[in-house]
């Protein structure tokens, strides 16, 4: 009596064990469907973008950002000397003052800090574009 | 340009800080300061680079500038 209304109770869990187990796995299988078709957008478009990459930045895209600056800055009135190899002092008539305020200006165009000693020895375009390319962290 | 002297080097290194402090303030005023920064340098512009004793002054005078408008409590300036 005992040993058959234990065999039936363990009859009755066995049987009940997979009905229950059903409802529950049906969740779990469309999540990870779901799952599977977040995923497939981002690996083909590939969202996820690398900040660590270097940007690589151009000598041409400096050298450019550069002179737009100087076009902008009020103290150049003679737009047509403006090249790679323009010289501050001698080509564009800036003083040492103009100097420091065109070097500033580049610090905050590329977003970094330029050094007093650094910054004392810019006095072209060329010296200031070849300064920008050796930093690894100007953008 | 011709190599500069320690002086010189001073005046350019403080105009800098004067220019990197106006970064400091709000926005919409930071031109005012910049703008304050440079009428008080090209002021005095015309002082002759031997006369010593002048620039020392006036860079003095600068640097307590400086710091006064520093201040965080000081937001704008009129120029």
Same mark, same amino acid.
Request: proline share 3%; glycine share 4%; net charge positive.
């Given at each position: 009596?005992?040993?058959?209304?234990?065999?039936? @109770?363990?009859?009755?869990?066995?049987?009940?064990?997979?009905?229950? @187990?059903?409802?529950?796995?049906?969740?779990?299988?469309?999540?990870?469907?779901?799952?599977? &078709?977040?995923?497939?957008?981002?690996?083909?478009?590939?969202?996820?973008?690398?900040?660590?990459?270097?940007?690589?930045? @151009?000598?041409?895209?400096?050298?450019?950002?550069?002179?737009?600056?100087?076009k902008?800055?009020? &103290?150049v009135?003679d737009t047509s000397k403006l090249?790679?190899?323009?010289?501050?002092?001698?080509?564009?008539?800036?003083?040492?003052?103009?100097?420091?305020?065109?070097?500033?200006?580049?610090?905050?165009?590329?977003?970094?800090?330029?050094?007093?000693?650094?910054?004392?020895?810019?006095?072209?375009?060329?010296?200031?574009?070849?300064?920008?390319?050796?930093?690894?962290?100007?953008? | 340009?011709?190599?500069?002297?320690?002086?010189?080097?001073?005046?350019?290194?403080?105009? %800098?800080?004067?220019?990197?402090?106006?970064?400091?303030?709000?926005?919409?005023?930071?031109?005012?300061?910049?703008?304050?920064?440079?009428?008080?340098?090209?002021?005095?512009?015309?002082?002759?680079?031997?006369?010593?004793?002048?620039?020392?002054?006036?860079? %003095?005078?600068?640097?307590?500038?400086?710091?006064?408008?520093?201040?965080?409590?000081?937001?704008?300036?009129?120029?």
């Amino acid at each position: 009596m005992f040993r058959t209304a234990l065999l039936r @109770s363990a009859r009755q869990a066995v049987r009940a064990a997979p009905r229950w @187990s059903a409802p529950i796995a049906r969740p779990a299988a469309r999540s990870s469907l779901l799952q599977a &078709k977040q995923i497939t957008p981002s690996v083909r478009f590939q969202a996820v973008r690398c900040y660590s990459a270097s940007a690589g930045l @151009s000598k041409d895209e400096v050298e450019g950002r550069i002179m737009d600056l100087l076009k902008n800055f009020d &103290k150049v009135t003679d737009t047509s000397k403006l090249n790679g190899e323009a010289h501050f002092h001698n080509d564009l008539g800036l003083d040492s003052l103009d100097t420091v305020e065109v070097v500033m200006a580049i610090e905050e165009e590329f977003s970094i800090e330029i050094p007093d000693k650094e910054a004392d020895a810019i006095h072209s375009i060329k010296q200031a574009v070849d300064y920008i390319l050796a930093q690894p962290d100007a953008h | 340009m011709a190599r500069l002297s320690g002086l010189q080097r001073d005046v350019l290194s403080l105009y %800098r800080r004067c220019l990197r402090a106006a970064r400091a303030k709000p926005v919409t005023n930071r031109g005012h300061f910049q703008a304050l920064a440079r009428n008080e340098f090209h002021k005095h512009r015309a002082v002759d680079k031997k006369d010593f004793s002048a620039i020392e002054y006036l860079l %003095r005078r600068g640097r307590r500038q400086l710091e006064m408008y520093e201040e965080a409590g000081v937001r704008d300036v009129k120029v």
